[in-house]
């Protein structure tokens, strides 16, 4: 009678246990973040977490009766990596969404699970044009090289640059900015002599510019992947590329705000096209880059940082428009169409495309108040990605 009572309660407990369980996880919706926390794409890894942590720490972590849980994984940018972690995060931690990827090929790898899972993969960094379209669950709030590029072709043929020698990342992101920088500087008018690569990881810039040195164009124009930059800045500065009259153009991704300020003057003059600065002059962005420094022992937000921030945005409402009750697809629709006021300016996804359409800033190194910047000095309003045209 006595074990009887006993096991009676004992059940009653475990049902109560795991039911109560049960709802806990139901009121869940977690997002998983796979971003690159050591290595060389660190500082992308960093900037955005920062940015998802400061976007929840503003907008709260209950939306529509569910408790946003934010699960951080460090695929170190070896694309197998995350790969296992997606579907660790699918599988065994049922997330809702999967967030983040701080490189290309990291996007890519995650592309079949999000399409096979029904899993929305919001891609907040990686920005090769044809990523979007290797899964019809990706959204992107980035941006893509061949719309930053484009503008940077229109803008320097006007301004005396006609021989350019182009210099990238040889992967995708760089395979597009070579592309789209010459094929339309090409058209209007402008010579590209030579197309230099270098190895995305480990690169030795020195023989490369040396070569340049040698070709003497007007500019040199350059992608490298964020965190990059600083080294290709020492590089030609030491080389006295610029003394010898070769001016330094590229994507924005060169004079990255998380390293720009330590640059030094050698930097100053230098104009890049892209889509955010941390110098860009709206009271949004104001408010942006000054709760993300206080958050973060005065750490300037870059581009990356905006494309988290606004990332979670986009989450944050998916959610609330689809009252919480939605499974993949209906969040999915929730994303396409979204159109707001992000620190970089307006941004909306292209519902056809489920890519970022934004203005594109031309941008010079500059001083202010004894800080570098890349400070906007033109835009080219509402660019989609040239990419989707083909
Ligand atoms: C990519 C594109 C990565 C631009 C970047 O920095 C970047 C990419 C890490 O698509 O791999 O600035």
Not at 150 to 164: E, R, T
Not at 187 to 206: I, K, T
Request: proline residues 5%; charged residues 20%.
């Amino acid at each position: 009678m006595q074990k009887r009572v006993f096991l009676h309660t004992t059940v009653l407990a475990l049902t109560a246990f795991f039911g109560a369980n049960s709802v806990a996880q139901d009121n869940k919706f977690k997002i998983g973040l796979i971003l690159p926390m050591t290595g060389q794409q660190a500082t992308t890894g960093r900037q955005i977490e920062a940015a998802a942590r400061l976007y929840m720490a503003q907008n709260g972590d209950s939306v529509a009766g569910k408790k946003i849980e934010l699960i951080v994984k460090d695929d170190t940018s070896i694309p197998d990596v995350t790969k296992r972690l997606a579907q660790e995060l699918v599988v065994n931690d049922k997330v809702n969404v999967l967030a983040g990827f701080g490189i290309t090929p990291s996007a890519l790898a995650t592309a079949p699970i999000a399409t096979q899972s029904k899993t929305p993969e919001v891609v907040m960094a990686a920005a090769t044009s044809s990523i979007t379209q290797a899964s019809p669950y990706i959204v992107r709030t980035s941006f893509t090289l061949p719309q930053a590029a484009v503008g940077m072709a229109d803008w320097a043929p006007k301004n005396g640059i006609k021989k350019v020698v182009t210099l990238v990342s040889d992967y995708g992101p760089g395979l597009d900015a070579e592309k789209y920088f010459k094929d339309r500087f090409l058209f209007n008018g402008g010579q590209v002599p030579e197309s230099l690569r270098v190895p995305m990881r480990n690169p030795d810039f020195a023989p490369f510019l040396q070569k340049v040195r040698d070709l003497k164009p007007d500019a040199l124009f350059v992608f490298v992947p964020s965190g990059a930059g600083a080294a290709v800045m020492k590089q030609f500065l030491e080389r006295g590329m610029d003394k010898a009259g070769i001016r330094l153009i590229g994507t924005g991704d060169v004079t990255d705000d998380d390293q720009l300020n330590d640059m030094g003057d050698g930097a100053l003059g230098v104009v890049t096209s892209h889509h955010y600065s941390a110098a860009h002059p709206s009271p949004v962005n104001k408010k942006f880059v000054e709760a993300f420094e206080k958050a973060n022992k005065g750490l300037r937000p870059n581009f990356m940082a905006v494309g988290g921030y606004d990332g979670m945005r986009v989450i944050y409402e998916a959610l609330k428009a689809t009252k919480g009750q939605g499974g993949g697809d209906a969040l999915l629709a929730a994303m396409k169409g979204q159109i707001f006021e992000s620190p970089r300016g307006p941004m909306f996804i292209d519902a056809q495309t489920r890519d970022v359409v934004q203005n594109i800033y031309l941008r010079k190194v500059e001083k202010q108040n004894g800080q570098l910047y890349n400070v906007e000095f033109d835009v080219i309003k509402d660019v989609k990605d040239p990419g989707k045209n083909k």
